[in-house]
Structures are given as structure tokens and as C-alpha cells.
């Protein structure tokens, strides 16, 4: 089929009609399908179900040190967990490391929450100044965008190329604008568009030149082992090191953790910083809390035992979400293919596809998709504010559904992609 | 024997010839003891060991409304969660709960810091004020003080009485400052002193009337459930109905956990409210969490089953450190009485047992304790900013050694008492 912006009136009158007759079938089919979460399926979580028998009444409940895990102590992490969560971030040396709870968001939050009260390493408090800015490469991860919202920090949306985002603007902002204190990254099988960042962008990020002293890089390492694949996977620098090299050891704060690699909600988080940022996030810790679940530790340590069992157990994650990202791009390939009127990508890695429709398209899609039972990640929802300056990027979340429901799902939305596609370019043609 | 303070010079001077050559007879066992953490030892933890065995990979992970607890979901806690929180704080309603993660210190901290960030439903961000302040009873917990120090809100000792804080003084500061935005309370068997609010006492902070509408009192319940005795327990009246009675639902935060149940480090926690200070919390929760450990409440839940099952597990403890206790009331009541040299607390429940010198001798004590081998909390930590205005306050934790430890430790601890009043009260009559 010839791309639709050169179809005629007439053609894509018809098309339309053809289109309509097909989306009012589908919606007679009552779907009830949801590809706006990533999240897994009990079928995948039933996989680590070895987790809760790596710790019972009988067992050695102390550290390869001698700690007792069931009491107060080891407020930085236990020393076996620390070294698996240095081992998922790339190999960051295991003093870097501090392991947490249960959710790497929560440390974020409480790290921008810290500076807002407390600055960074004697800083001035971000709450006692005028204005905060963060750049925020996008499309992006939501959450990100609502702690920094949250704290009235204004966002400053950076475009991403295929390389990571925009370093030449990155540059520009954060040695420039002394106001810009800190910048959103997934690295690594980027939330959505599963972009890992080039050497050269990591490199270029440790060489950055802030004009703010207390600007920090929050390096979400998310997807670190999340690869789709055993013999395609993405590798990225070790962020920390980089920094190091280049001479700004404390201008970067990562973060990981194992909520989809055990479970989420209770698995084990991580930070990984400067010798300096670690002290400064002990210091507050020690007031904070009596420490974090160290039995947790123990029971992700005991069954996953080291790097290589976790990335054992990444690979069987993968032979069973593969053929769902599988069945959407084949579906995407087939039914798009050539029309012009959407781009996607063909991630390596992490838990989206991100879809980029024709401008001023995104938002009827999502409710098109609505109308007819597919539930998709509410359009905008991937930019800061919510918006979208193109209305146009859409995150699919291939992992809840099955393999089958997957297709049948994008089969729904390649439809509603053309009919939205349809009405606009006959809206523009009524236009001119 | 009689009082020290009726003893001539030469008496006192014998006196202290003879405790002199007592404590090198000590120092000289190299003792290793420590009276100065709340903690349980091994073979008490050792009682809770079953609960490592409550899940295994063939259980069923559902909630019993049907939430799979491996999964996102289910922000506020799982329901039968909720229920064993709310009954272990007096039986607050379910819908007044969220339950945290593993420590109720983090939740503190956590109200606190979004009060600086935030306000209290509305009201200004404390960190935009010039002043903001806490009534502290004291003695006191030393990490309650460790949050609002660090925050910079300035803390106001309030006497405690056997009743509970003096609550003359509370109403004064609390009606007449609108900068007084808080109070800590350990309103239970309280740290240090084991002291429980009467009826009348909590009567009077329901009906408190604040000057500033975003006052709250900081409802530390921690030791809701941890009687010694069967048969001689505390019971204090629920402070959130009362709040509602008194027409001021919204002016307090309870807090409780199972730290001292199950796990130091590895049990549940639980904030409880009005409905409006809920949902804010829960407004906060969903940018700052993708939640807590569902799978740690199911399993405390399936171990516990509800508030008779722990009553019944907290009556092991009691039968378990109530010697600790005795063993130490013994030593000081059978070295110490009579002397007018201390008094000292006889808690129903609860982690301590609060010893007061004689004026000024606190720090003296303790650091002659250490000089022997037996640690104690430092002299002070009870108090705002580490500082006992009379420098009497010493805090006893019997719970971690054993009861014959705990023997050894209280006589050396007496034997310094008695040799550090004996030099104060020889000092005063050279000064006089």
C-alpha cells in the first residue's frame, strides 16, 4: 500500500469508510486488554517463586560477615547485597554502594527531597532558592517527571536522538544555567523508547561543565540486565568511573534495583555514588531510619547467589517477553509498513516500544484505543507536564497481556493508528 | 544505710576508700557488657523464627480481596494488614491505616520532611517560615529529637509526670504560638521512662486548641503491645476517636510497627489518621513509592494471623526479658534504696528503665560504667540536642544481655552511682 499522504481524497475517503466498518467489528468483540503497564504477568513472577523458600525457620540468618540480619544494624546494606547490586550496575565498586528498600523511586524522591531542605554536599537548600530546573530528556519516564513537578521544579524537556538525548543542548543548559541542578536518565533501554545511551553520551555526561555546583546526573539504571536477547544486548559505560575519569566523581547519583527481576514492590534497591555523596546519604540515614530489610537482602542473595544466577534468571525472563514485544512489531511491521504515518522502535531491552504517530495524532489514538477495550499509557504521559508538544509519542507496554492478546491488541491499535491517521490528513486536505 | 546526703565528711570519705577499691576489683574482671541498646537478643528473635516459614514458593500470594502481593498494586497496604496494624494501635478503624514499609522511624521522618516541603494539608511550607518548633517530653527518644534537630525546628523540653508530659505547659505553648507545629509522644509505656498517658492526659490533648492549624501530634505507639506482665498491663484510650469527639479529627499522626514483634529491620509499619491527613499521605505516596513490601505484610499476616496471635507471641517476649527487667529493679532496689541518690522507674512494659541521679552526676556515672566495661546510653541522649539540663537523666536497656549479665551490669552500674554521689556530695561540702 503507497504511503497515505499521497492518497487523494477519494482513496482515502474509502479507506476510511473500509476503516470504520472495521474498527465498529472489533469494538462488537467487547476487548478488555491492557498495554499501558509495565509490569509482569503472575506467569513471570511465578518463575522467582524459589525467593520464598530461600530463607526458612532453619536458616543461618547471618551475613558472610557474622551480622544478624533479623536486628538493628548495617544501615548501608548487608555485604553480599551490596556487591550484587554493584554487580547489576556494571561493576561499580561494591564502597560506592549503598542498598536500600524496597524501590529505587523512593530514593530518588528522597534525594531530591533532601536538597530541597538540606542542598547537596553544603549547598545552598533548593527551597530557599528562586528557581530549580531539570532537564528532562523525553520521551521519558513518568514518575521521574512527577517527583520533580511535585517539588515545584520546573522542567525543561530535551529532545532524544537514537544516541541518548541531545548533548549539544544538554551542554548548553547545564554549563550555562546555574538554576539547572539535576538531569532524568534511563541509560539503558531507555523508558520508552529502549535507546541506550552511546559511549560518546556517557562520555560527554561525565565531561559536563556545570554552572551549578550541586547539579547531579540521576542515573536510573533501570533495565540494566533487562536485554530481550542473548546475543543482541546493549552495553553501556560505567557511569561513575567515567565521572571519575573526567575529574567530577560527585556529579552523578545512579540507581537500581531488582523489581523486575525478583518481584516488584519487594525487591532490593540500590544507590551508587562518590565516596562524598555516600557519606552525605549515610549521615541522613542514620536520622531517617534503623535501616533498611537486610532479611531481604539475605533472601535475594541466598537464591539469585551472584551476577551470573541473576543473569541466568534474566535470560528465562526473556525467552518469555520476547515473543510478546515479538507479536507487537510484527503486527506494527505488517500493518504500517510503508504507509508513513508512524515510526517505532525495536528495543534490545527494558519493558516498552515507544510509538511516534503523525503530529496532533497521539491523543485520538489512546481514546480510539479506548473506545474498543485496549487501555494504552495515556498519550503525553511520557513528556513533562503531562504534555506532549507533538502530540504524537505512545508508549506500549507489551509485557501484561499474553503473547495472543498482544497481537490482538496491536492489531486494535495499528487500526485506530490509521483511521486517526485517515481523519487528520482529510481534516488537513478540507484545511488547505 | 542511711541517706548519703546525712553522712559526715569522714564518713564519706571511708565510703568512697571502699566503693574506690570495689570498682578496681571490677575494672579488673574486663567486663564487656552493654545496658545502652533496645534490642532483642538472638534467642528472642530466635521465637519469631516461624515466620520465615509463613510463605515458601507453593503458597498462595493473593490478598484475600485477591491482589497479587508479587505485584504493583495496592499502595496503602494489603487489607489484612491493615486490620493487624489498627488492632495492635487500640483498634483504630481499617480505613485509618496505611501500612509502610519496615520502619515507622522512616515514616516520621518522611511527615516531617514533607511538612518542611509541603505544609500540612495547605498550610505554609515550614521551610518558608522564620520559626517553626516541637514540644519534646523529656526524658524522651533520642531519634524522635535526631529529626527535628536536623530539620533546624527548634525543640522545647516539656517535663514528663507520671500521668504523661505536663500538659499545663503543653496547652500554654500549644494555644498560645503558632509556631509550635508539633509534639513527639511515646504515649505507651514511653521511652525511657515506661511511662503511659492517663486517661485524662490524652482527654487534654484531644481537646487541645492550637494556634497553628497545622499542629500535629506525633503519636509514637511503639510500644503499643509489649507488656511485661499478665496481669499488670497499661491501657491507654485511642487517640484518634478522641481527636474526633474533642471536633479535631485531623490533629494527629499515629505511628506503630512490629520492630520490636517480629524483626528489628525486617517488620512492618503503620501510619494512622483522619481521612484527610490519609489521603494526603496517600497523594504523596503514589510519586514517592511504587509501594511497600506487600509480600513482608502477607507474610506477617500468614504468621500472625490477627491481634490475638500476636498477644500471645508478645507474651513469650514478656515471659522472655521480664527477668532482665527484675534482675536490674533487684540490684537497684537492694544497693540503692534508701540512699536518696536516684529514683527510678518500674515499667509495666516498654524497652527501658529510666534512672535519675542526683543533679549532675549523669555523665560522671555513665562514663565510670565505661571505664569498667559496661556501656550506657549516653548521658543527655534523652534530652533535646543531647543536653539533660540537670544532667541526671541515664537511660537502662536490660533486654540484649542475659539476666545474669544483666545482674553483673547493674552492680557495677549501682557501685558507680554510689561512687559518683559520694564525690559530688564531698565536692559541695568542700565548696560550702
Same mark, same amino acid.
Given at each position: 500500500?503507497?504511503?497515505?499522504?499521497?492518497?487523494?481524497?477519494?482513496?482515502?475517503?474509502?479507506?476510511?469508510?473500509?476503516?470504520?466498518?472495521?474498527?465498529?467489528?472489533?469494538?462488537?468483540?467487547?476487548?478488555?486488554?491492557?498495554?499501558?503497564?509495565?509490569?509482569?504477568?503472575?506467569?513471570?513472577?511465578?518463575?522467582?517463586?524459589?525467593?520464598?523458600?530461600?530463607?526458612?525457620?532453619?536458616?543461618?540468618?547471618?551475613?558472610?560477615?557474622?551480622?544478624?540480619?533479623?536486628?538493628?544494624?548495617?544501615?548501608?546494606?548487608?555485604?553480599?547485597?551490596?556487591?550484587?547490586?554493584?554487580?547489576?550496575?556494571?561493576?561499580?565498586?561494591?564502597?560506592?554502594?549503598?542498598?536500600?528498600?524496597?524501590?529505587?523511586?523512593?530514593?530518588?524522591?528522597?534525594?531530591?527531597?533532601?536538597?530541597?531542605?538540606?542542598?547537596?554536599?553544603?549547598?545552598?537548600?533548593?527551597?530557599?532558592?528562586?528557581?530549580?530546573?531539570?532537564?528532562?530528556?523525553?520521551?521519558?519516564?513518568?514518575?521521574?517527571?512527577?517527583?520533580?513537578?511535585?517539588?515545584?521544579?520546573?522542567?525543561?524537556?530535551?529532545?532524544?536522538?537514537?544516541?541518548?538525548?541531545?548533548?549539544?543542548?544538554?551542554?548548553?543548559?547545564?554549563?550555562?544555567?546555574?538554576?539547572?541542578?539535576?538531569?532524568?536518565? #534511563?541509560?539503558?533501554?531507555? %523508558?520508552?523508547? !529502549? +535507546?541506550?545511551?552511546?559511549?560518546?553520551?556517557?562520555?560527554? $555526561?561525565?565531561?559536563? &561543565?556545570?554552572?551549578?555546583?550541586?547539579?547531579?546526573?540521576?542515573?536510573?539504571?533501570?533495565?540494566?540486565?533487562?536485554?530481550?536477547?542473548?546475543?543482541?544486548?546493549?552495553?553501556?559505560?560505567?557511569?561513575?568511573?567515567?565521572?571519575?575519569?573526567?575529574?567530577?566523581?560527585?556529579?552523578?547519583?545512579?540507581?537500581?534495583?531488582?523489581?523486575?527481576?525478583?518481584?516488584?514492590?519487594?525487591?532490593?534497591?540500590?544507590?551508587?555514588?562518590?565516596?562524598?555523596?555516600?557519606?552525605?546519604?549515610?549521615?541522613?540515614?542514620?536520622?531517617?531510619?534503623?535501616?533498611?530489610?537486610?532479611?531481604?537482602?539475605?533472601?535475594? #542473595?541466598?537464591?539469585?547467589? %551472584?551476577?551470573? !544466577? +541473576?543473569?541466568?534468571?534474566?535470560?528465562?525472563?526473556?525467552? $518469555?517477553?520476547?515473543? &510478546?514485544?515479538?507479536?507487537?512489531?510484527?503486527?506494527?511491521?505488517?500493518?504500517?509498513?510503508?504507509?508513513?504515518?508512524?515510526?517505532?522502535?525495536?528495543?534490545?531491552?527494558?519493558?516498552?516500544?515507544?510509538?511516534?504517530?503523525?503530529?496532533?495524532?497521539?491523543?485520538?489514538?489512546?481514546?480510539?484505543?479506548?473506545?474498543?477495550?485496549?487501555?494504552?499509557?495515556?498519550?503525553?504521559?511520557?513528556?513533562?507536564?503531562?504534555?506532549?508538544?507533538?502530540?504524537?509519542?505512545?508508549?506500549?507496554?507489551?509485557?501484561?497481556?499474553?503473547?495472543?492478546?498482544?497481537?490482538?491488541?496491536?492489531?486494535?491499535?495499528?487500526?485506530?493508528?490509521?483511521?486517526?491517521?485517515?481523519?487528520?490528513?482529510?481534516?488537513?486536505?478540507?484545511?488547505?
Amino acid at each position: 500500500m503507497k504511503p497515505y499522504k499521497e492518497m487523494s481524497r477519494e482513496e482515502l475517503l474509502s479507506l476510511k469508510a473500509e476503516l470504520d466498518k472495521q474498527f465498529e467489528d472489533v469494538k462488537g468483540k467487547g476487548l478488555a486488554l491492557d498495554m499501558s503497564r509495565g509490569k509482569p504477568t503472575p506467569a513471570q513472577l511465578d518463575m522467582t517463586m524459589g525467593l520464598m523458600d530461600a530463607l526458612n525457620s532453619e536458616s543461618d540468618m547471618k551475613t558472610e560477615n557474622g551480622v544478624d540480619t533479623r536486628n538493628y544494624g548495617l544501615m548501608d546494606g548487608i555485604p553480599e547485597a551490596k556487591r550484587l547490586m554493584a554487580d547489576i550496575m556494571g561493576g561499580v565498586p561494591v564502597e560506592n554502594v549503598i542498598v536500600y528498600g524496597n524501590a529505587s523511586l523512593a530514593i530518588m524522591y528522597d534525594t531530591v527531597s533532601r536538597s530541597m531542605t538540606h542542598g547537596v554536599l553544603g549547598s545552598t537548600p533548593w527551597c530557599r532558592l528562586d528557581k530549580v530546573r531539570f532537564l528532562c530528556p523525553a520521551p521519558g519516564y513518568d514518575r521521574h517527571f512527577a517527583i520533580t513537578q511535585l517539588f515545584g521544579i520546573e522542567m525543561i524537556t530535551i529532545p532524544m536522538t537514537p544516541e541518548g538525548p541531545d548533548m549539544d543542548l544538554v551542554e548548553k543548559y547545564v554549563s550555562e544555567d546555574p538554576a539547572v541542578k539535576g538531569i532524568w536518565c #534511563v541509560p539503558k533501554y531507555s %523508558n520508552p523508547q !529502549g +535507546i541506550s545511551y552511546s559511549d560518546e553520551t556517557v562520555r560527554r $555526561f561525565a565531561a559536563l &561543565k556545570p554552572a551549578a555546583e550541586d547539579f547531579r546526573i540521576y542515573w536510573d539504571n533501570a533495565y540494566a540486565i533487562h536485554h530481550l536477547y542473548d546475543d543482541k544486548q546493549a552495553q553501556i559505560l560505567e557511569i561513575l568511573s567515567e565521572c571519575e575519569k573526567a575529574g567530577h566523581p560527585d556529579m552523578v547519583y545512579e540507581f537500581a534495583s531488582t523489581s523486575k527481576v525478583s518481584f516488584p514492590g519487594a525487591g532490593i534497591a540500590a544507590f551508587a555514588s562518590s565516596k562524598a555523596n555516600i557519606a552525605e546519604a549515610k549521615r541522613f540515614m542514620t536520622i531517617q531510619t534503623i535501616g533498611h530489610d537486610k532479611i531481604n537482602q539475605l533472601r535475594h #542473595v541466598r537464591y539469585f547467589k %551472584n551476577i551470573e !544466577g +541473576i543473569q541466568a534468571h534474566m535470560r528465562k525472563h526473556a525467552a $518469555f517477553i520476547r515473543p &510478546k514485544f515479538e507479536a507487537v512489531l510484527a503486527v506494527l511491521d505488517k500493518e504500517l509498513g510503508g504507509l508513513e504515518i508512524g515510526e517505532w522502535t525495536r528495543p534490545l531491552g527494558g519493558y516498552f516500544i515507544s510509538f511516534d504517530a503523525m503530529e496532533g495524532c497521539a491523543k485520538a489514538i489512546v481514546a480510539k484505543c479506548k473506545e474498543a477495550g485496549v487501555t494504552m499509557t495515556g498519550a503525553g504521559a511520557t513528556f513533562p507536564y503531562g504534555k506532549d508538544p507533538k502530540d504524537s509519542n505512545i508508549r506500549i507496554a507489551p509485557t501484561y497481556p499474553t503473547a495472543e492478546e498482544m497481537a490482538e491488541a496491536a492489531d486494535l491499535f495499528v487500526l485506530c493508528v490509521k483511521l486517526v491517521s485517515v481523519e487528520q490528513l482529510l481534516a488537513k486536505q478540507k484545511g488547505l
